[in-house]
């Protein structure tokens, strides 16, 4: 169903009342689903109004508490009340003491398969020339050349992390110097963005 498929009686009903009645209501009215009201909705432009919406998340989080208290309040409230913080586990316990060994050892299992994923994935970003999105050290090289990529930041060079580019631009503090102890490792200087 869509809001052509309404009548002139129907449209003006569902115009006047969606902006402060709940969808499953409009719906039954309407004799639809709450899908086709989101979508007659769209098409018309309508919205909720605010004052709706904040009615409908407080009365949702009254809700939710009422019940929560009926089934006796959840762990953290019982946590606060025994151990003096409303945390989950009692203090001291780890996740080794709670899951089995079988469980635990494939809890880890999956997190060193995750990690080797994550770490293929940086080193062919490095390698393609794209940067780095964790701060996984996926090149090796030596500690001096790490040292120098720093400083060459520090002095306004554009370079990315394992990156063999570095690019002068008019804020750069130029280092001859620097320079020619980069050149030795193999970093090449970008001069397109600066005027000589």
């Known amino acids: 169903m869509t809001a052509k498929d309404l009548t002139q009686e129907q449209r003006e009903w569902f115009v ?27 098409e018309l432009g309508l919205w909720k109004t605010k004052e709706f919406m904040a009615a409908m998340q407080r009365n949702a989080s009254e809700h939710g508490a009422r019940a929560n208290r009926a089934t006796g309040g959840n762990a953290g409230c019982r946590n606060l009340l025994i151990y003096g913080k409303a945390t989950r586990f009692r203090a001291g316990e780890s996740n080794k003491d709670r899951m089995s060994a079988e469980a635990f050892a494939d809890m880890h299992r999956r997190i060193g398969e995750s990690r080797k994923e994550t770490f293929k994935k940086e080193r062919r970003r490095v390698i393609f020339g794209l940067n780095q999105q964790t701060c996984l050290r996926v090149i090796q090289c030596p500690r001096e050349k790490i040292t120098l990529r720093n400083n060459l930041r520090k002095h306004g060079y554009e370079i990315g992390r394992a990156s063999n580019e570095a690019t002068v631009t008019g804020e750069t503090r130029r280092s001859i110097r620097m320079e020619a102890r980069a050149a030795k490792m193999g970093i090449k200087f970008n001069f397109n963005q600066v005027e000589l």
């Open 16 to 42: 006047a009342n969606f902006d402060h009645t709940k969808n499953q209501e409009l719906a039954g009215q309407l004799g639809t689903s709450l899908r086709n009201i989101t979508r007659m909705a769209r």
